[in-house]
Structures are given as structure tokens and as C-alpha cells.
């Protein structure tokens, strides 16, 4: 198994940036394929992004392409999610997720979850 916590959230401007961060625990980090989620209040939850478990691959969901970056340092056992350009609609729940593959046709099945980080977005 694998321990996920995610860190990094809080209130921010409009057109600011925001790091999250995900610290991994358990089974050796690079084994997983990991993934970012958010859920925004009322609504049910979204796939932001995914990284391979080496990082040569990524994916994103439309609305972040071009303003998200998702990145790993295996070495530190961490998962990043680099955020520009904030918008109020970024406002959610972030969670980070491991599984061990990757797939970018498939974005709902992960195997481990964190409990999540907020992130508001004020204009």
C-alpha cells in the first residue's frame, strides 16, 4: 500500500499560482502511476492530470492544459502539481491518487487516494 498526503492548498488571487504537493509513504513511489483530482462544492469529481510512473508521459484535462503542470521526484517520493493562471473555477478539493498503470483512456480507477487539499480562488 501506499500513504498519500497532500499539502500546498489555500486562498489565493485570481491569476496567481499555487504548488501542491503530494508526499508518498509506503511502497516504493516509483511503482505508481499517480494522478490529480478535484472536486469542486455540489459538483462531482474531476481528473485534472497524470503522470507516468518514470514522468515521460502526462496527461491533463482541457480546461488546466497550458496553466497546470503535473511533475514527480521520485527520489523525494513526491508528486507535484504546479498551478498558473488560477481562475475561479479552479477553486476545489485537490486529491492526489496512485495506481500502478498508466492510462490516459482511463481516468477514474486509482487505487489510493489522499484526503485532499483546498484551494479558493478569489476575484
Known amino acids: 500500500q501506499v500513504q498519500l498526503v497532500e499539502s500546498g492548498g489555500g486562498l489565493v488571487q485570481v491569476g496567481t499560482s499555487l504548488r501542491l504537493s503530494c508526499a508518498a509513504s509506503?511502497?516504493?513511489?516509483?511503482?505508481?502511476?499517480m494522478g490529480w483530482f478535484r472536486q469542486a462544492p455540489g459538483k462531482e469529481r474531476e481528473f485534472v492530470a497524470t503522470?507516468?510512473?518514470?514522468?515521460?508521459?502526462?496527461f491533463y484535462v482541457d480546461s488546466v492544459k497550458g496553466r497546470f503542470r503535473i511533475s514527480r521526484d521520485n527520489a523525494k517520493n513526491t508528486l507535484y502539481l504546479q498551478m498558473n493562471n488560477l481562475k475561479p473555477e479552479d477553486t476545489a478539493v485537490y486529491y492526489c491518487?496512485?495506481?500502478?498503470?498508466?492510462?490516459?483512456?482511463?481516468?477514474?480507477?486509482?487505487?489510493?487516494w489522499g484526503r485532499g487539499t483546498q484551494v479558493t480562488v478569489s476575484s
Open positions: 509506503g511502497r516504493l513511489f516509483s511503482d505508481y502511476s
Open positions: 503522470i507516468s510512473r518514470g514522468a515521460a508521459s502526462t
Open positions: 491518487a496512485a495506481r500502478s498503470y498508466y492510462d490516459i483512456h482511463e481516468n477514474s480507477k486509482y487505487d489510493y
